[in-house]
């Protein structure tokens, strides 16, 4: 019986404190870090954050699609902007 292999997620998210702001950390696949604060504000994390970061622990994958949801629009404005004829 052969094993098959099982392929890392796209994106790693970990909830997080910055400058003691609760939000997520998110590692996209392009190797960039971002910073989702809970208020809605995004900031690209630079090396000089880390000093002031908390990591608090990894984010399931709902959390993950949350947050790209966000950055897409908001979930709201997703689901009333799609396609729904059958094709």
């Known amino acids: 019986m052969q094993t098959l292999p099982v392929a890392e ?16 950390l ?3 696949a392009d ?10 504000a995004i900031v690209d994390f630079e090396p000089e954050h880390a000093v002031f970061t908390t990591i608090l622990g ?3 994958l709902a959390e993950t699609q949350a947050l790209l949801d966000r950055l897409h629009g908001s979930a709201p404005w997703i689901c009333t902007h ?3 004829e059958v094709k």
Do not use: H, Q, S, T
């Open 58 to 60: 990894r984010c399931d």
């Open 9 to 24: 997620p796209n994106v790693k998210a970990f909830r997080a404190l910055l400058y003691e702001r609760p939000g997520v």
């Open 82 to 84: 799609r396609l729904m």
């Open 26 to 28: 998110g590692k996209l």
């Open 31 to 40: 190797g960039r870090i971002y910073f989702f604060d809970d208020d809605g």
